[in-house]
């Protein structure tokens, strides 16, 4: 099996102290289970294991050489952010020549990276620029946990910009993202319902005219396309009828905050954000840097072993289905 690669996270941040703790948990689960490649600076996580009383003996690195003296932990800074890209950097590069089954990715923070240089909103947005840079490909942000699954049509852009923006050639291929997503997570016939965007998704025209002129007809093409889509259904109800009734599979919400409140409100700890239309697997947890505990050393692992178990399961399917597809 090859390896799925784990990156550092910004080192100022809980990243590190998560890694070290779920590849632990991971490599003791089984014999079998599938390798782990740490990116980042092994002198580092050497140190920070001793404080948490974790052997890295056995822990296999993409050893990238960070500036130890300038990383000043739970603050904000250029070399944390630096080092964060360059284990991200190193991961994709691997995965882009097939030497790896995935990426499963610590946070990051948004303003060190800026300082270091790189203004990419999120992972993301560098994620996909990294594996193309001349022909970035569209990528959608999905969000799992085990009592629901979202799908994010916009993601790290102001509201009025996401409005501004809103089309259907992009939402139908919103909703073919997450049918295929759906389906690669087991679920042969998605029932994928649509958030609206304006309050009662619109009120037929009273409310706005995005949900008419917009949403409605995305939804229509994709219908055509055969995706079993339906919607726009208020955006205060429907994750709801989802989670708690079962009458969805998914829900696509049309911006940032109306996808990520439903699920962060039902918990960090199992969350998974999964990127679609990259050209690997990609997972990562749904927290953030933690900068506030980042010194106790008392930061859950869940989330980010939660993101090795949905990628290796997602690289097993890959590599399962593989020898059929050369057969044809």
């Not at 500036?67 to 932990?73: A, G, L, N, V």
Request: hydrophobic share 45%; with cysteine; charged share 20%.
């Amino acid at each position: 099996m090859k390896p799925l690669i784990v990156t550092s996270g910004d080192p100022a941040g809980i990243g590190p102290e998560i890694v070290l703790k779920a590849v632990s948990g991971w490599l003791a689960g089984s014999a079998a289970a599938r390798p782990l490649l740490i990116s980042g600076d092994p002198d580092w996580f050497n140190e920070l294991g001793k404080k948490l009383k974790i052997s890295t003996e056995n822990m296999e690195f993409i050893p990238i050489k960070w500036k130890k003296e300038e990383i000043k932990i739970g603050k904000v800074g250029a070399s944390p952010g630096q080092a964060g890209f360059e284990s991200v950097r190193q991961a994709v590069s691997r995965c882009m020549f097939r030497e790896a089954a995935g990426l499963v990715t610590a946070p990051i923070h948004k303003e060190s990276l800026a300082l270091a240089g790189h203004n990419w909103p999120g992972h993301t947005e560098m994620l996909a620029e990294l594996s193309s840079p001349s022909a970035p490909p569209s990528v959608r942000m999905m969000l799992v946990n085990p009592e629901l699954k979202v799908v994010l049509n916009s993601v790290h852009v102001s509201l009025k910009d996401m409005i501004d923006g809103l089309n259907i050639r992009d939402l139908v291929q919103t909703i073919l993202l997450a049918q295929s997503a759906c389906q690669q997570l087991g679920v042969v016939a998605p029932r994928i319902a649509v958030a609206g965007l304006n309050p009662h998704a619109g009120e037929a025209g009273l409310f706005g005219r995005e949900d008419l002129d917009i949403i409605g007809p995305a939804i229509a093409q994709a219908k055509s396309l055969g995706a079993n889509v339906t919607g726009p259904w208020p955006g205060d109800t429907v994750f709801m009828r989802a989670r708690q009734a079962k009458e969805f599979d998914v829900v696509i919400a049309q911006y940032h905050d109306q996808g990520l409140i439903p699920i962060k409100y039902l918990g960090l700890d199992q969350g998974v954000n999964m990127t679609l239309g990259l050209p690997f697997i990609r997972t990562s947890v749904d927290h953030g840097t933690a900068f506030d505990i980042a010194e106790r050393l008392i930061a859950d692992p869940s989330s980010l072993l939660a993101a090795i178990a949905l990628a290796d399961r997602l690289a097993s399917q890959q590599e399962q289905a593989q020898p059929s597809l050369m057969n044809h």
